[in-house]
C-alpha cells in the first residue's frame, strides 16, 4: 500500500492564509496576531513624554516576562533624563543615534551568575516591551549593546555601563528606546512570510 504524502507547509499556508484575509481589517485575527502584525521598529519620535501610566504598563511587561528557572536573572536602567538619552546615543558608531530624540529608554542587563541564559531572558523582556508599547500606540526599537563596539578600544556595553555606573557582573544586552510615534509604519504583510524556513519533522534544503 503506498503511503499517503501531505503536504503539511501547503496545509499550513491554506490555513494561515484563510485566518488572515487582512491589509488593514483584521477581522478574524486575535488580538495577539494584530499586535505582531502592526509592530514595527519606530526611529523617528514626536517631541512628547510618555504618561507615567504608560511606563508603568511597559515596565511592567517586563517584569512579567518568563525567565529561566524563575531566577528572574534581569534588571532594567529607566532613563528619561534628555542628558543622558544624548550621550547613550552615542553607545556605537551606527544603529543608535535616534535614542537621542525619544521619551524613554530601559537598559536592559542580566546577570551570569545567576543564570547561563541570562540572554535568552533578558531577550525575552526586551520583546514584551516592545510588544506592550505597541498595545498602547508606543513606538519602540531595539538598540543591540552586546557584543556591538563603542570604539575600537571600548564596548558599547562597557560604554553604557560606565555612564549608568551599572556594577559587575551584569551584563548590557540592549536597550529599548520608546516614543509617541511621529508616524505609522505599514504593518508587516502576511503574504510575504518566509515559510519556506519552516521544516516539518526534519529540516528540508
Known sequence: MQKKTVNYRASIDI?????????SNNKT??????LLIQRRSIRKYK???LQAEETEMILKAALLSPTSKNAHSWQFVVVEDKEMLEKLSRCKEHGSKFIADCALAVVVLGNPLVSDVWVEDASIASIAMQLQAED???GSCWVQIRERQYNEQVSAADY???MLEIPMPYEVLSIIAFGKKEKERRPNDVEALLWENVHIGEFKS
Open 15 to 23: 490555513n494561515y492564509k484563510n485566518k488572515c484575509k487582512t491589509k
Open 29 to 34: 485575527m486575535s488580538n495577539f496576531q494584530n
Open 47 to 49: 517631541d512628547e513624554l
Open 136 to 138: 498602547i500606540g508606543i
Open 160 to 162: 553604557v555601563s560606565d
